[in-house]
């Protein structure tokens, strides 16, 4: 069952609102999806977030390396890649991986006739709980959203805050305000220095959030240990993408509950790894949302589906996705994504719905057109 073809297209889904958040503002999603065809014929499909140019540049790297490969060798393929000099620059290589890694694992399953949850220690829960998520600027839109996420059946809420001071603590009231005692997490996106952030999260501790993401840059283990000492649980993000990473964050005693990816992770089996590292310290996990299409929001619900320490409910961005590349993706009804026992992934792809979308540039989200000059800097203040 060896790769002997891959094919890949860019597409960018338009989102149904302008997404704001700390770093500038989004119009859609842009995902980078490739389709594996087996010397056996079989087909399976990958999908990955493609936010800046470095994705398409290493996928070209790892799809010539999988021509020829065994699709039952997922970490082998994964160590390959990095071993072709990846290894330097991980986080580069990672969402080149997931892609190839997932239509691998979508074949293999066709292959056995079974569910991928089937094949990574069976079925824990038959829901996928997932959160409303937020992206408004000012705390009219805010509560607009959270009503409407409400109306869907959520009972778990994510608002992004990290645009000011002020402003953090007026959404967060707005969204209390909305939702009553609902579960509420509070996305920082890195915005906060570490002064700021202590006062804040003393600021925010009479709105009882269930979780603040990622208050600090990634890379500052030792304030995020620090931070835990205040009564709110940190949950981490862009500090935990590969699995040293997880490791490390661990080890720093940095989390008290962390968003896996695969596509960051550079694959399912590395997130499936990276989640038992998490629940060995009994340390939850929950899943990040980058604009999941068809085939990815699939491979969340596998993934969900067996990993027992995703108690978290995933973040979906699926409320503003205006098209997709499925006639059938995965339905999200009263707050929760019910799980399948289709074989692989579970979706159909229709490649003319691929075509429909196609693109052949990454329209950024990490700048504001509405601001010419203006630029993201973490920590923003």
């Not at 804040?200 to 990634?218: H, I």
């Not at 499925?326 to 799980?339: I, K, W």
Request: negative net charge; hydrophobic residues 40%.
């Amino acid at each position: 069952m060896k790769i002997s073809k891959i094919d890949h297209w860019m597409v960018r889904a338009p989102f149904t609102i302008p997404i704001e958040w700390g770093s500038g503002t989004r119009g859609g999603t842009t995902r980078l999806i490739c389709r594996i065809v087996t010397d056996k014929g079989l087909v399976g499909w990958g999908e990955t977030q493609c936010l800046i140019d470095s994705t398409p540049a290493a996928f070209s790297k790892a799809s010539e390396l999988a021509i020829g490969w065994d699709i039952r060798n997922v970490e082998q393929y994964y160590r390959c890649v990095l071993g072709a000099g990846y290894y330097h620059h991980p986080r580069a290589a990672v969402y080149a991986i997931a892609a190839v890694e997932m239509a691998m694992w979508d074949a293999l399953g066709k292959a056995l006739e079974q569910p991928l949850w089937a094949l990574w220690g069976g079925k824990w829960r038959n829901k996928v709980y997932a959160t409303g998520y937020v992206f408004a600027s000012n705390p009219t839109e805010a509560r607009r959203q959270l009503r409407l996420h409400s109306d869907l059946g959520h009972k778990a809420f994510k608002i992004k805050i990290g645009m000011g001071e002020d402003s953090d603590i007026m959404l967060v009231d707005a969204a209390r305000t909305e939702v009553g005692d609902a579960d509420i997490r509070l996305d920082v996106n890195g915005a906060w220095t570490r002064p700021t952030a202590k006062r804040q999260l003393a600021r925010l501790a009479q709105y009882s959030p269930n979780w603040v993401e990622q208050p600090l840059e990634f890379s500052d283990l030792p304030g995020l240990a620090e931070l835990r000492r205040q009564k709110i649980p940190i949950i981490l993000d862009e500090s935990t993408y590969t699995l040293n990473e997880v490791s490390a964050a661990l080890s720093a005693a940095a989390m008290d509950a962390a968003l896996l990816d695969p596509h960051q992770a550079g694959g399912l089996w590395q997130c499936i790894k990276a989640a038992a590292l998490c629940e060995a310290q009994g340390v939850p996990v929950g899943l990040h949302s980058g604009g999941e299409l068809a085939i990815s929001q699939s491979a969340y619900i596998q993934l969900a589906a067996s990993i027992p320490n995703m108690t978290i409910p995933i973040d979906t961005e699926r409320a503003w996705i205006k098209s997709d590349i499925s006639e059938q993706p995965p339905e999200l009804r009263n707050g929760y994504f019910d799980v399948n026992d289709r074989p692989g992934l579970g979706v159909d792809v229709n490649e003319t719905l691929v075509h429909a979308i196609e693109v052949k540039k990454i329209d950024g989200a990490y700048l504001d057109p509405g601001r010419p000059g203006w630029f993201p800097t973490k920590p923003s203040y």
